[in-house]
């Protein structure tokens, strides 16, 4: 296809470890450049073994722990549009903003999910 992108092509194993490569290239990334992303590491960091700690039965856990990994995963994503959008231009426009604040929304949505799935894990 003339359309895909030319980084594209690599099949099999070899696809695979790119992929691994390119993932732990944009966790870094990350880590390095986003606030918030490094700030919600540092909560998952405590929040992950509370929840083996917390809930008595795997089912439970996995609520609790897939809730917090559901934030880093849509900071990445919202990481991932405002870079995106700042290389697109850096010049202040109302579809830019909106992109940037949907992404934000996104997070606190996940962020307010986290308490829900909390409160009803632990409180019942």
């Known amino acids: 296809?003339?359309?895909?992108s030319p980084f594209k092509?690599?099949?099999?194993i070899r696809r695979i470890w790119n992929?691994?490569?390119?993932?732990?290239a944009g966790l870094r990334a990350a880590y390095a450049?986003?606030?918030a992303f490094r700030q919600e590491v540092?909560?998952?960091?405590?929040?992950?073994?509370?929840a083996f700690f917390l809930s008595p039965n795997g089912l439970g856990r996995a609520l609790l722990v897939g809730s917090v990994l559901l934030v880093l995963i849509v900071e990445l994503l919202n990481s991932?549009?405002?870079?995106?959008?700042?290389?697109i231009s850096l010049e202040r426009h109302p579809l830019a903003k909106r992109a940037k604040d949907i992404g934000s929304a996104a997070v606190l949505l996940a962020l307010f999910n986290v308490l829900a799935i909390w409160a009803c894990v632990l409180i019942g």
């Open 80 to 87: 991932a549009i405002e870079a995106t959008v700042d290389r």
């Open 9 to 12: 092509g690599q099949t099999g």
């Open 42 to 50: 540092l909560l998952a960091a405590l929040l992950i073994p509370l």
């Open 33 to 35: 450049a986003e606030d």
């Open 19 to 24: 992929a691994l490569h390119f993932s732990g």
């Open 1 to 4: 296809m003339a359309d895909e």
